[in-house]
């Protein structure tokens, strides 16, 4: 069973940047799929940010592609994301997930973290 | 963008009840259209997959169906655990979700 934990400082300062960290259990992140964040503002929706191949290959949502790196630690079995110059707007809950065939980074998000929110706030 | 519309963005119901929600993609998406679960505090969780494609262990009463912009998913008889609010998500492009209805128990 794959499990993925998200960890990481759950406040940041406006203009600063992000760092989350997805920690992979139950697979090695070398041997396959995509692996992915997607975050969610309180009281709204989901939203997309971007996936990685364990290769290294990203793939970003343009809304946010100036902002956004995801990498990938695979002695770690860990994946990460930045998003810098943040404001407000980028209160979330933040998840990572990994999905469900590995051909690509747009398939179905069969396993996801239980997400962390980061508050952007001064 | 592909955009994603979903009605009704809030719906309540009885026990027992068939329930309904549609989506509609702003261009052609063939079957690549999935539906997510998603209970107060906690993560999505993916129902169906390729538009009526049932994940393992998701109970029957739950299916999805529709192909190109019209899709549609469908509680056969409510439960009270099936209190939640549902998303569909596209896959045919850069990952676009819908923006959610809330199913609540009248």
């Known amino acids: 069973q794959v499990q993925l934990q998200e960890s990481g400082p759950g406040l940041v300062k406006p203009s600063e940047t992000l760092s989350l960290t997805c920690t992979v259990s139950?697979?090695?992140?070398?041997?396959?799929?995509?692996w992915g964040w997607i975050r969610q503002p309180p009281g709204k929706g989901l939203e997309w940010i971007g996936s990685?191949?364990?290769?290294?290959?990203?793939y970003y949502n343009p809304s946010l592609k100036s902002r956004v790196t995801i990498s990938v630690d695979t002695s770690k079995n860990q994946f990460s994301l930045r998003l810098s110059s943040v404001t407000a707007a980028d209160t979330a809950v933040y998840y990572c997930?990994?999905?469900?065939?590995?051909?690509?980074?747009?398939?179905?998000?069969?396993?996801w973290g239980q997400g962390t929110l980061v508050t952007v706030s001064s | 963008d592909i955009q994603m519309t979903q009605s009704p963005s809030s719906l309540s119901a009885s026990v027992g009840d068939r329930v309904t929600i549609t989506c509609q993609a702003s261009?052609?998406?063939?079957?690549?259209l999935n539906w997510y679960q998603q209970k107060p505090g906690k993560a999505p969780k993916l129902l169906i997959f390729?538009?009526?494609n049932l994940e393992i262990g998701v109970p029957s009463r739950f299916s999805g169906s529709g192909s190109g912009t019209d899709f549609t998913f469908t509680i056969s008889s409510l439960q009270p655990e099936d209190i939640a609010t549902y998303y569909c998500q596209q896959y045919a492009n850069l990952p676009t979700f819908g923006q959610g209805t809330r199913l609540e128990i009248k």
């Open positions: 390729d538009a009526s």
């Open positions: 990685l191949y364990h290769s290294g290959s990203t």
């Open positions: 261009q052609d998406i063939s079957n690549y």
């Open positions: 997930a990994s999905t469900k065939f590995g051909y690509s980074y747009a398939e179905p998000f069969d396993y």
């Open positions: 139950g697979y090695s992140i070398s041997s396959g799929y995509y």
